[in-house]
């Protein structure tokens, strides 16, 4: 298995780093420690040689960050309660790493999606499967599930343990059984303080593809999301998956940016789709 990146503070500040997507991510900013943490990200990027750096802040310190040679690549508008933007910037530290090597299929791909774009999307019988939410004492048959779907992935959700300590802190998972069999798997994200929660990790075993399982997955954690007090979805999806996007776009998400060569998933560094909703 590969070496996971790791999640630490700086300041007030929460970054995921290291060599699995060779970038720093700055998850949660915190206006306290600017202007200072973009230099410590500077620096811990040139200390670890990493290709980017890629930040999800407030739209109002949008500024700080472009004027430190980030650039936008997407937004989600009020993903913090409701009410202010997140901006997603990225900042290239290699040629080869700014470069997009398939931008006609992501095009492709997108224009597809937005053709479909609310068009709804009904999930087929499950027939003899139902979907449930997972508990701690699934977290074995999970990992397994997420070691035969994804080679590589940007957190360790190949690791039950890891699936177990999210589990008791801000995701809730759903899952697809089937004859007594886990077979299909996605998740809830929530970030409790933005009020807003990311719909991910979506793995169907390749023996069950093709049966509507992530649009099923799908309304259900939207259903789950409402009765609490999320007020905004979202998703990063890889845009070279076109059933993904589509999924999305046909049950109301609309495209905001695209994050170029961002995360490394299924054995590459791929570019990802934000797509986002409101739940109100």
Not at 91 to 119: D, M, T, W, Y
Not at 153 to 180: A, K, N, S
Not at 207 to 224: N, P, Y
Not at 268 to 278: G, L, Q, T, V, Y
């Amino acid at each position: 298995m590969p070496e996971f990146d790791t999640i630490e503070t700086i300041g007030h500040s929460v970054i995921q780093h290291g060599p699995c997507n060779q970038r720093i991510y700055l998850m949660k900013a915190n206006a306290d420690d600017l202007p200072g943490l973009i230099d410590r990200l500077d620096a811990l990027a040139k200390e670890r040689g990493y290709t980017k750096i890629f930040a999800k802040v407030p739209a109002p310190m949008e500024g700080d960050f472009i004027a430190r040679e980030y650039l936008p690549e997407a937004n989600i508008p009020r993903y913090y309660r409701g009410e202010t933007d997140a901006v997603f910037l990225g900042r290239f530290l290699s040629p080869e790493r700014a470069q997009e090597r398939h931008a006609e299929e992501i095009a492709r791909n997108l224009a597809l999606a937005k053709e479909k774009a609310g068009q709804g999307l009904s999930a087929p019988p499950l027939e003899r499967a139902e979907i449930f939410e997972t508990t701690p004492g699934d977290a074995e048959a999970m990992a397994e599930v997420y070691r035969e779907v994804f080679e590589t992935y940007p957190f360790p959700i190949h690791d039950p343990e890891y699936l177990r300590e999210t589990m008791r802190t801000h995701v809730r998972y759903f899952g697809v059984r089937e004859e007594g069999r886990l077979v299909a798997l996605a998740s809830a994200e929530m970030d409790h303080e933005a009020l807003s929660v990311e719909m991910t990790d979506f793995a169907t075993l390749p023996s069950h593809r093709g049966r509507g399982f992530a649009v099923a997955l799908l309304q259900v954690m939207e259903a789950a999301m409402r009765e609490g007090p999320m007020r905004t979805a979202c998703t990063i999806a890889r845009a070279l998956s076109a059933g993904m996007n589509i999924t999305f776009a046909k049950l109301g998400y609309e495209h905001s940016g695209t994050l170029t060569n961002n995360t490394d998933i299924c054995g590459r560094i791929e570019s990802m789709n934000i797509w986002h909703r409101s739940l109100s």
